[in-house]
């Protein structure tokens, strides 16, 4: 057994191309099968797969917000993944793009919300604690970095 598998891992290294093509195909011609089988098992114990998916979110946090950022925004063009959140992070130092305060929990922003016709993509995204993302909603990010000036600078008079 293990002889069969050390081949068939020398034959996929090899080829990549051709063995992910057909492990594509496989998955177009049983995906109805394998969608039923891991709803079953999710039935069967719901406590033990919420809680492999809490501990997944936990471990790459980056990863869970671009997925469900793409998930909402399934019909726009364009897609953030996890490695565009990490980029935009390191770029950021770990600060807040808004305020400049060090993020320990952060929220992926669109500068140009979606709602005002923003686009998903990777160079429309900051990061910003929790609550400057909160205080902007939907407004454009220049005016909400105006808007922070303002309230300082009269703050300070």
């Known amino acids: 057994m293990t002889e069969i598998n050390a081949t068939e891992r020398i034959r996929r290294a090899r080829s990549p191309e051709l063995y992910r093509l057909s492990d594509r195909m496989s998955y177009a011609r049983n995906a109805e099968k394998k969608a039923a089988q891991a709803k079953a098992r999710r039935a069967r114990d719901r406590e033990m797969y919420n809680a492999s998916v809490r501990e997944r979110r936990k471990q ?7 997925v ?3 998930r909402r925004q399934k019909e726009r063009t364009g897609t953030i993944t996890a490695a565009d ?5 390191e770029a950021q130092g770990f ?18 919300a979606l709602a005002n016709g923003g686009l998903n993509v990777p160079s429309n995204i900051v990061i910003a ?3 400057c993302n909160q205080r902007k909603g ?20």
């Open 85 to 89: 959140i990490r980029r935009q992070l």
């Open 95 to 112: 600060r807040c793009y808004y305020c400049f305060a060090e993020i320990v929990q952060y929220h992926v922003d669109h500068f140009r």
């Open 60 to 66: 790459h946090p980056e990863k869970h917000r671009a």
């Open 68 to 70: 469900a950022a793409n």
């Open 129 to 131: 604690c929790a609550l």
């Open 138 to 157: 939907r407004m454009d990010g220049m005016r909400f970095i105006r808007k922070l000036n303002y309230e300082r600078w009269n703050e300070d008079a």
